[in-house]
């Protein structure tokens, strides 16, 4: 079984250094591996190949150079945007409204802001994972500082009426913040006609390496420095630019834009191919998001009777590589926040498996997959004191 | 999580997986909320445990302690499989990741519960044997988490 193909199909965690990218940083390291901030000749070289980033990452949201700033990662840039803005804002308002189902950057981020006086509305999301924009509208106050609602979700791929939630804060001129992590390269993002004030990026989700993100910021929204250091980022996040990451992250971003359209085609038949085949082929599966509205590369199932951990375990050793929101694979007691907020009863959560898809995936892959999912679910039904319960009830 | 080549044997391979449908008792723990049910099913004969079966809905190393525990006591006496330990299981299994032990302490409850079932049903219950089954009202869960090892 060690001779068994890997397959990779959790691209949603993270993906690899694409080489484009690769050979992008490569010199940015050794060669020209002056600071930004020095005044010599290989300080301004690598000030040029930053600000050249920054405005090739700009022009991916056709977003301004100067509303570009560069972070350590998404759960980076989500902090700063939520903190950042509450702290800003403390006397005008301390109430903050959110999703159940956002990211725990974001929602371990609004814990805080509560622990130190702040008033957080988590708005619940539909059977689909999609917040209604007209529960934004009324959960709005006169303290309202901020709206927090992610693009698309990380684990079932729902994708989230941005635009209209966008518009709603603006006519209450209140901030409003994504998190784009997961949509970011995935999906059409414009900032000259979407109304969102802070966008949050990463790098490593779209074949950048782990440890550069970017947090777009609106000109003329007020948030607060996040990294006290030096004058890096105009003043607001202190600290040496990571350089060769920044540059490989622009690298990145671009070719995701260029390749936009060939891999939404691609991944989305890839998806749907997937989805298709195992709700025929597995009795007792749902499909967790949105059928339509979800990311391209996204499938998320819940297979009724069994648990996600020992599903992951079995596909491990056919050579797939998947997650799953189950309580075993996070460490946690409870599973996925988000499938409970999709209304999903507890041993349904458990019972999770989350496939995204990206550059290596084959299509020839689709079939084995399916095959090894058939058998595993077989196998773990035989187990399960639950299937049982089931069998029994419904044939006496 | 690294699970030892055991624990991925009795995973991949569990033993006693099933029914016994003229069982002498039957002993069920855990819950769906927290991901793990185990099921356990006894055939005693002349205080003798003659086999043992399971039914696990949860991850790896429940299942892997179900089918270890329930092969630690096919062939022993009652008193010998009274004194099962989830520590004995877990030994069994060349060890579990910390986060993992309340799932050897399930196989453990799951075991009393059906010897419990089995004492009360048979009218043999005594002062002394309640005592072992005061396991029972331990919550599996906590036990996991008191090993301090954070989550990977």
Same mark, same amino acid.
């Given at each position: 079984?060690?001779?068994?193909? &890997?397959? +990779?199909?959790?691209?949603? *965690?993270?993906?690899?250094?694409?080489? =484009?990218?690769?050979?992008?940083m490569l010199p940015v390291f050794q060669e020209q591996f002056g600071n930004p901030s020095s005044f010599y000749h290989r300080g301004q070289e690598a000030k040029r190949l930053l600000e050249d980033a920054r405005q090739r990452i700009a022009s991916c949201i056709q977003a301004q150079s100067h509303e570009i700033y560069f972070t350590s990662?998404?759960? =980076?840039? %989500?902090?700063? #945007?939520?903190?950042?803005?509450a702290r800003a804002l403390e006397k005008k308002g301390r109430h903050i409204i959110t999703s159940k189902i956002e990211h725990h950057a974001v929602l371990h981020s609004c814990e805080a802001l509560a622990a130190q006086g702040y008033d957080i509305t988590y708005l619940d999301v539909d059977a689909d994972g999609r917040v209604d924009p007209q529960a934004v509208r009324q959960a709005i106050r006169p303290d309202t500082i901020l709206v927090t609602i992610m693009m698309a979700n990380n684990e079932i791929g729902t994708i989230q009426p941005i635009a209209e939630i966008g518009s709603i804060c603006r006519e209450h001129k209140v901030t409003f913040?994504? %998190? *784009?992590?997961?949509? #970011?390269?995935?999906?059409?993002?414009?900032?000259?006609?979407?109304?969102? %004030?802070? @966008?949050s990026f990463s790098g490593h989700k779209m074949y950048a390496p782990k440890g550069v993100g970017a947090l777009y910021i609106r000109r003329g929204t007020r948030i607060a420095t996040f990294m006290d250091g030096g004058a890096q980022e105009r003043n607001r996040r202190g600290g040496t630019e990571n350089v060769p990451y920044i540059v490989g992250f622009a690298?990145?971003? $671009? @070719? #995701?834009?260029? =390749?936009? *359209? =060939?891999?939404?085609? &691609? @991944?989305?038949?890839? &998806?749907?191919?997937?989805?298709e085949k195992v709700l025929q082929a597995v009795p007792h599966t749902r499909l967790n998001g949105h059928r339509t509205d979800r990311l391209p590369n996204n499938v998320n199932f819940s297979f009724e009777f069994i648990e996600g951990e020992s599903i992951l375990i079995m596909l491990d050793h056919f050579g797939f590589e998947c997650s799953s929101g189950s309580a075993c694979t996070s460490g946690s007691l409870d599973p996925s926040h988000v499938l409970l907020a999709i209304g999903l009863p507890h041993e349904k959560a458990h019972g999770s498996l989350r496939v995204t898809f990206g550059k290596s995936s084959d299509p020839e892959d689709i079939d084995r997959l399916v095959e090894s999912l058939v058998?595993?679910?077989?196998?773990? &039904?035989?187990?399960?004191?639950? +299937? $049982?319960a089931y069998l029994k009830e419904t044939h006496g | 999580m690294e699970y030892s080549d055991k624990v991925m044997d009795h995973f991949m391979n569990p033993r006693n997986v099933g029914e016994i449908a003229d069982a002498s008792a039957t002993g069920m723990v855990g819950n769906a909320?927290?991901?793990?049910?185990m099921k356990v099913y006894l055939k005693i004969e002349n205080d003798i445990i003659v086999d043992a079966k399971f039914k696990t809905f949860g991850c790896g190393s429940a299942i892997a302690t179900s089918s270890m525990a329930t092969e630690m006591i096919k062939g022993k006496t009652l008193d010998e499989a009274l004194h099962l330990t989830n520590k004995a299981v877990a030994e069994a299994l060349d060890g579990l990741p910390p986060v993992k032990m309340h799932c050897s302490l399930l196989a453990e409850q799951a075991v009393k519960a059906a010897l419990q079932e089995y004492f009360e049903s048979t009218g043999r219950m005594t002062d002394e044997y309640r005592k072992l089954f005061d396991i029972l009202d331990d919550d599996a869960h906590d036990h996991g988490h008191e090993s301090g090892e954070d989550h990977p």
């Open positions: 079984m060690s001779a068994t193909k &890997r397959v +990779y199909l959790d691209h949603a *965690a993270t993906t690899p250094v694409r080489p =484009e990218v690769m050979d992008a990662c998404g759960t =980076e840039s %989500d902090n700063w #945007a939520i903190k950042g803005v913040h994504s %998190d *784009a992590v997961q949509a #970011a390269g995935a999906i059409p993002i414009d900032v000259s006609t979407l109304p969102v %004030d802070l @966008l690298k990145a971003f $671009e @070719l #995701a834009m260029a =390749e936009m *359209a =060939e891999n939404t085609q &691609r @991944l989305t038949a890839l &998806r749907d191919d997937l989805i058998k595993i679910v077989a196998r773990l &039904r035989d187990i399960s004191p639950l +299937y $049982e | 909320k927290c991901g793990d049910i």
